[in-house]
């Protein structure tokens, strides 16, 4: 009931290409769904979320697409690039609540 | 504006040390939350802290106690220290519209 799954555990993108990240979720209750990006020796920052009134979100080169009848949502890196090396890691929360579910996270290597 | 700030940034500890992990905010956020990041893992809850004077366990709580000090103030302590203790901890605050987290702190229980 309170896992989000996340795929892949690791991905490879040539520059300039797009990186998907695929996540999906059991709670149906979930009202608040971040993507936090990581670098190495540093902690978890939120980079875009999304509430599942909408279906998709867009900022920048990243792009949140929710469906919540199958109950996934994933990440759309555009035009990637050698700096969007990290890992990164889907979510959800309850909003009031007070416990965020992570995703076990996806290392994103960008060859350039 | 620092944010969220985690001391000490590395630790080493014999298994049976105690040490406390210090976390203080300075967003005025209510929310503060100790996370534990294994490799495979994701990022785990060991205790949050909704309001100043409340605390409540996470998934993981066992082996752990935290302070809520004071609303900037959140503090972790290890009493016993264990191999499986040894992990990345991060603390985070709460902004109501997802988390900030700290630096980090690495610990290894040998």
């Not at chain 1, 799954?5 to 991905?11: E, R």
């Not at chain 1, 890196?77 to 416990?99: E, N, V």
């Not at chain 2, 935290?66 to 040894?86: C, D, G, I, Y």
Request: glycine content about 10%.
């Amino acid at each position: 009931q309170q896992q989000v799954k996340q795929s892949p555990q690791s991905l490879i993108v040539q520059k300039g290409g797009i990186s998907i990240i695929n996540c999906a979720y059991e709670n149906t209750a979930f009202d608040y769904f971040p993507w936090y990006q990581q670098f190495p020796g540093k902690g978890p920052a939120l980079l875009i979320a999304i509430r599942p009134d909408v279906s998709e979100k867009k900022e920048g080169r990243f792009t949140i697409s929710f469906n919540k009848s199958a109950k996934q949502f994933s990440l759309h890196i555009m035009d990637s690039q050698p700096g969007d090396s990290a890992t990164y890691f889907c979510a959800a929360s309850l909003t009031g609540g007070f416990k965020t579910i992570f995703g076990a996270g996806t290392r994103l290597f960008v060859k350039a | 504006n620092a944010g969220v700030t985690q001391t000490p940034k590395f630790q080493v500890l014999k298994t049976g040390q105690s040490m406390t992990l210090q976390c203080a905010q300075d967003m005025n956020h209510n929310s503060m939350y100790w996370y534990r990041q294994d490799p495979g893992m994701g990022l785990r809850l060991i205790y949050y802290s909704a309001s100043e004077g409340t605390t409540d366990k996470g998934e993981v709580p066992n082996g752990y106690n935290v302070s809520r000090l004071n609303k900037r103030e959140f503090s972790l302590r290890l009493e016993s220290a264990a191999p499986s203790q040894t992990s990345v901890y991060f603390c985070a605050s709460d902004k109501g519209y997802g988390y900030t987290f700290g630096s980090g702190t690495r610990l290894t229980v040998v």
